[in-house]
């Protein structure tokens, strides 16, 4: 079944420790979508990608970083000057640029501090 | 910039009941809305998409309307489940750039 795969499901991050959460499609979809959620808030956008080797900022982008290397794959890493990073984190996808099509998403990983 | 307003925060009905959830955006200018479902410590489903051009789209118990020019969509459940049980979120897609997502309505259905 295609879908959006995000591993690992639960991380746990140390003090000035940088770590990457993996997304994977195959649904064949051209952009893709990070997202943070936190309680009671909506999703902000952290990075996008509309196509391979290249990505945007979004509102909330310090603190991580992003590669896009294959059209399949785009990790998030979230780096040690991300001060405050427990959250949960969603993956998207969506079918050309997205113009009127539904943005699939992933399971989510939640990242806590140890 | 675009914000997108969900009002109530919270709402809990008995089963059966017919509800209406409420989703409200500042700038008109849009492509699609959409509404996704969200299960507690799950990823979001995509329920139901309203280009800019259409009035309404309906799915099963779920009916979905646009009014551009007012800002304004409303999520109609009819016959409300406990598996209805979830917190429903809006966003508004304005092109060629990312979604603008609401907070959510959390809402519990009470068997």
């Known amino acids: 079944d295609g879908g959006i795969t995000q591993s690992p499901k639960y991380l746990f991050r140390k003090e000035g420790q940088n770590v990457t959460l993996s997304c994977e499609q195959n649904?064949?979809?051209?952009?893709m979508y990070w997202y943070r959620q936190d309680p009671g808030q909506g999703l902000r956008l952290i990075y996008y990608?509309?196509?391979?080797?290249?990505?945007q900022k979004g509102d909330i982008a310090e603190g991580y970083s992003v590669s896009r290397e294959k059209k399949e794959s785009f990790p998030l890493t979230v780096t040690s000057a991300q001060k405050n990073p427990t959250a949960f984190y969603l993956c998207?996808?969506?079918?050309?640029?997205?113009?009127?099509?539904?943005?699939?998403f992933g399971d989510g990983t939640r990242l806590s501090i140890l | 910039k675009q914000e997108v307003t969900q009002i109530p925060a919270a709402l809990s009905v008995p089963e059966g009941e017919n509800l209406v959830l409420n989703c409200s955006f500042t700038?008109?200018?849009?492509?699609?809305l959409q509404w996704f479902r969200q299960d507690p410590g799950k990823g979001l489903t995509s329920l139901l998409l309203?280009?800019?051009?259409?009035r309404e789209q309906t799915s099963g118990r779920l009916n979905a309307s646009l009014d551009k020019s007012s800002g304004r969509s409303t999520l109609y459940i009819a016959a409300s489940q406990p598996g209805d049980s979830a917190t429903y979120l809006c966003?508004?897609?304005?092109?060629?750039?990312?979604?603008?997502f609401g907070k959510g309505t959390r809402l519990s259905v009470i068997a």
């Open positions: 700038d008109s200018a849009i492509y699609n």
């Open positions: 309203i280009q800019s051009s259409q």
């Open positions: 649904l064949n979809h051209d952009a």
């Open positions: 990608s509309q196509i391979v080797n290249d990505f």
């Open positions: 998207a996808s969506v079918r050309g640029q997205g113009i009127n099509q539904p943005q699939h």
């Open positions: 966003a508004v897609n304005a092109g060629n750039t990312p979604l603008v």
